[in-house]
């Protein structure tokens, strides 16, 4: 049973670029939330997915979009790369995102913008 | 918004020592408190969760307590292992779904 895949692993980009981070999630689960994890920090939620649809989103900018697609994938676009973007994207699954339960993470996308 | 503080950011503890993490959180609505441990490079990874029905659960050498009262949470570690070392996040999740917020993460280093 494979868990939750992102792609890529790593990225390198310069400001004002964008950018386009995919996840699968984990066999079974339909909701996809992308947290933004900076150095030395915990996770910051920026936005669930569940039907197609952003159902949550945290304190993140416009910049910041996302999509879902009818096989439950999901993908996290940054539009206007700043160098504070750099961080490592991850992307969790889960199962009915009204009910609080365990979060699958993948093992992230890692962004440096220079 | 939800608001969690994790202390220490670091903790040093000699093999077979136990250490504990602790946790405060500001939303009384928060119902669900789940700690996850990442290695480094790695993705974080669910050790134990608690939710806000009971008060204490256990997993071999593992325990969360909770005190929401209090509003706060605690990891427990006995009999810490050389792979025992990484960074633990506390987390809170509340009616709004399982969004989840992090603390700032403690650095564990178990010393052989």
């Known amino acids: 049973d494979a868990g939750v895949t992102q792609s890529p692993t790593h990225l390198i980009k310069t400001r004002g670029q964008q950018v386009t981070l995919r996840c699968s999630p984990k066999?079974?689960?339909?909701?996809v939330s992308w947290y933004q994890q900076a150095l030395g920090q915990g996770p910051q939620f920026i936005f669930q997915?569940?039907?197609?649809?952003?159902?949550q989103r945290g304190n993140f900018p416009d910049r910041f979009s996302g999509h879902q697609f009818p096989n439950y994938s999901s993908e996290l676009n940054v539009n206007a790369l700043l160098l504070g973007d750099s961080a490592l994207y991850l992307c969790?699954?889960?199962?009915?995102?009204?009910?609080?339960?365990?979060?699958?993470f993948g093992e992230g996308s890692r962004l440096t913008v220079l | 918004g939800e608001n969690v503080e994790q202390h220490p950011s670091t903790l040093s503890v000699q093999e077979g020592d136990s250490a504990v993490i602790k946790c405060t959180y500001s939303?009384?609505?928060?119902?669900?408190f789940p700690w996850y441990k990442q290695e480094l490079g790695k993705r974080p990874q669910l050790i134990i969760d608690?939710?806000?029905?009971?008060g204490e659960k256990k997993d071999q050498r593992i325990a969360v307590t909770l005190n929401k009262t209090a509003k706060h949470f605690s990891l427990h570690i006995t009999e810490t292992q050389p792979e025992d070392s990484a960074v633990y996040f506390c987390?809170?999740?509340?009616?709004?779904?399982?969004?989840?917020?992090f603390g700032g993460g403690t650095r564990l280093m178990v010393k052989p």
């Open positions: 066999s079974g689960h339909d909701t």
């Open positions: 969790a699954s889960s199962f009915l995102p009204r009910v609080p339960g365990e979060l699958f």
């Open positions: 997915y569940y039907e197609e649809e952003e159902r």
């Open positions: 987390a809170a999740s509340g009616n709004a779904g399982n969004m989840l917020t």
């Open positions: 608690i939710r806000s029905n009971v």
């Open positions: 939303d009384s609505a928060s119902n669900y």
